[in-house]
């Protein structure tokens, strides 16, 4: 089962005590000031988690693979997030069982 | 912005809570989230994107200083996919 917006929220209010209300509003802000950060061209570093950083990428050759029509991939810029060194070795010593 | 960054602004949008009250809880959202991961479980948020575990089989790796060959183990390793909203606003900025 995957985690969401509003389990982190319930998560608060049973760990620390953080009513309902403000739990909530916290969780929202977390992700939405992430995404403000990122969405000025700012890096955002969560030491122990990780860090998000922004890459342009230059126009490059695609094709529309339905067509066979070469069309150019526009400039675009991504999101992409480096896991930190804790959260890398906490998943590893997990030792969680192979896929199938 | 770093995390303690990302708490001040936090506090500052959020002023009926207080500072340490709001940086602890995103310690423990941060911490939350890695104990998730690190138990096999994603993480989705809607707009943002989500957090998985991604599989690395074994493989001989080398070591680098002596050029030794060694084996290594398959691994997870954590991977995150940016959701529409976050990849749209992301890539908008480019333009600005």
Redesign the interface.
């Known amino acids: 089962m995957a985690l969401t917006k509003a389990e982190i929220a319930e998560h608060l209010f049973e760990q620390l005590g953080v009513n309902k209300k403000d739990s909530k509003e916290i969780v929202e802000l977390f992700f939405e000031e992430i995404r403000a950060a990122l969405e000025n061209g700012e890096q955002v570093k969560l030491s122990g988690f990780g860090n998000f950083d922004i890459r342009d990428k230059s126009e490059r050759p695609g094709r529309n693979p339905k067509t066979g029509e070469d069309i150019p991939i526009t400039a675009r810029r991504v999101v992409t997030f480096k896991p930190g060194q804790k959260l890398k070795a906490r998943v590893e010593e997990a030792d969680l069982p192979k896929p199938e | 912005?770093?995390?303690s960054e990302?708490i001040e602004?936090?506090a500052e949008?959020?002023p009926?809570?207080q500072l340490r009250?709001?940086e602890?809880?995103?310690k423990?959202?941060?911490e939350?989230?890695?104990d998730?991961?690190?138990?096999?479980?994603?993480?989705?948020?809607?707009?943002?994107?989500?957090?998985s575990?991604h599989?690395r089989g074994p493989r001989v790796g080398r070591n680098p200083k002596t050029g030794e060959k060694v084996d290594l183990d398959?691994?997870?390793?954590?991977?995150?996919k940016?959701g529409k909203?976050?990849?749209e606003?992301?890539?908008?900025?480019?333009t600005k």
Not at chain 2, 36 to 51: A, K, M, N
């Open positions: 912005m770093t995390k990302l602004i936090i949008k959020y009926s809570m009250d709001v602890a809880s995103v423990e959202i941060i939350y989230m890695s998730s991961l690190s138990s096999g479980d994603r993480i989705e948020i809607r707009g943002f994107g989500s957090f575990l599989y398959g691994k997870y390793v954590p991977y995150f940016p909203e976050m990849r606003r992301v890539n908008a900025s480019l």
